[in-house]
């Protein structure tokens, strides 16, 4: 497929990038190359194949979220380096 200077400035300006004229002609014929790729997808017979978001079976394979007994209060802080009235003291994040 062969793109024209038009479609390759107008997907430069989608993307913010300058292009000068020698990388537009450039760019026109490596991009038309690519779209002719995909276009020898259109030939894939796909009767009957159903659509999906990926190739293989995946589920979650988190493990299940239960409860558990945690840390002492004390403990904890006794780990910290640096507490103050009984909470975690950290480094401020946002001025």
């Not at 394979?61 to 003291?89: F, H, I, K, Q, W």
Request: charged residues 25%; proline residues 4%; negative net charge.
């Amino acid at each position: 497929m062969k793109l024209d200077r038009d479609a390759v400035l107008h997907i430069a300006r989608l993307a913010r990038v300058h292009l000068t004229d020698d990388e537009v002609d450039t760019y026109a014929a490596q991009l038309g190359d690519i779209i002719g790729h995909f276009d020898a997808l259109n030939g894939v017979d796909v009767e009957g194949v159903e659509p999906t978001a990926h190739t293989l079976a995946l589920r979650n394979v988190m493990a299940d979220d239960v409860a558990s007994p945690s840390l002492p209060r004390d403990e904890v802080l006794a780990m910290a380096p640096n507490t103050e009235d009984g909470y975690l003291r950290v480094r401020a994040v946002l001025e």
